[in-house]
């Protein structure tokens, strides 16, 4: 079973709109930890925030805001005022405390800023 | 650059020859995981290394892949005989601690084409 779904494979938006990008994940652990990472054209992963399950809070960063809702398991991302240089690929990425070492990522969301 | 530093960046091998990558990671990180994004598809845990040691290898493939961080130098991810089904980006990432709860910082990828 897919732990991350990322049920949105590609979006298109007009630049200045804004978006947001969904995240579902699966785990039976009381302890974990969500990210996102941004994958631009250039193929590079870059990392862009991470969470503990015990912060529920909303984080906002610049034009990025997430939302973490336990009750929904889910840790959307949105994207305000959307620019061009926002295209890329973005992934969701989950972490147990039981399977410490590695990460399951979502199958990502290409997301395509249109000047 | 302090970042995770992987090279080639590009490979290109005929079937059966082997493949080589090298990860450094960041300064002060000893732990590197490896991980292989399959066309279309998110990233999948490969193996995960501290100096010397192989930690959790339950991702890698059982037959030709082997990888490996020794005291001194990168680490090197090895694909012996490679066939078309290899061709894949493969990305080296490191932490500076162990488990859950550490961001893993990724290298910009190295897309191995097998012809």
């Known amino acids: 079973a897919q732990k991350v779904t990322q049920a949105q494979t590609e979006i298109s938006v007009v630049e200045k709109e804004d978006v947001t990008l969904d995240c579902v994940y699966e785990t039976r652990d009381t302890t974990y930890y969500l990210f996102w990472y941004k994958q631009p054209p250039s193929g590079e992963l870059v990392f862009l925030i991470r969470r503990n399950s015990f912060d529920e809070q909303n984080e906002i960063s610049g034009r990025y805001s997430w939302n973490f809702q336990k009750s929904t398991s889910s840790f959307n991302f949105t994207i305000t005022a959307s620019q061009v240089v926002d295209s890329a690929v973005y992934f969701c990425?989950?972490?147990?405390?039981?399977?410490?070492?590695?990460?399951?990522f979502g199958t990502g969301t290409s997301l395509t800023v249109i000047p | 650059n302090a970042g995770v530093m992987q090279n080639p960046r590009h490979l290109v091998r005929r079937r059966g020859q082997e493949a080589r990558l090298r990860c450094s990671p960041m300064?002060?990180?000893?732990?590197v995981y490896w991980y292989r994004q399959l066309p279309e598809e998110g990233l999948k845990f490969m193996v995960y290394l501290q100096k010397e040691n192989i930690i959790d290898e339950s991702g890698m493939p059982k037959e030709r892949f082997s990888a490996e961080f020794p005291k001194e130098g990168p680490s090197i991810l090895r694909i012996q005989q490679v066939v078309r089904g290899d061709s894949a980006a493969y990305f080296c990432?490191?932490?500076?601690?162990?488990?859950?709860?550490?961001?893993?910082?990724f290298g910009e990828g190295s897309w191995l084409t097998v012809v």
């Open positions: 300064k002060g990180h000893s732990h």
């Open positions: 990432a490191s932490s500076l601690g162990q488990g859950s709860g550490n961001t893993i910082y």
């Open positions: 990425a989950l972490s147990e405390v039981t399977t410490g070492n590695q990460f399951y």
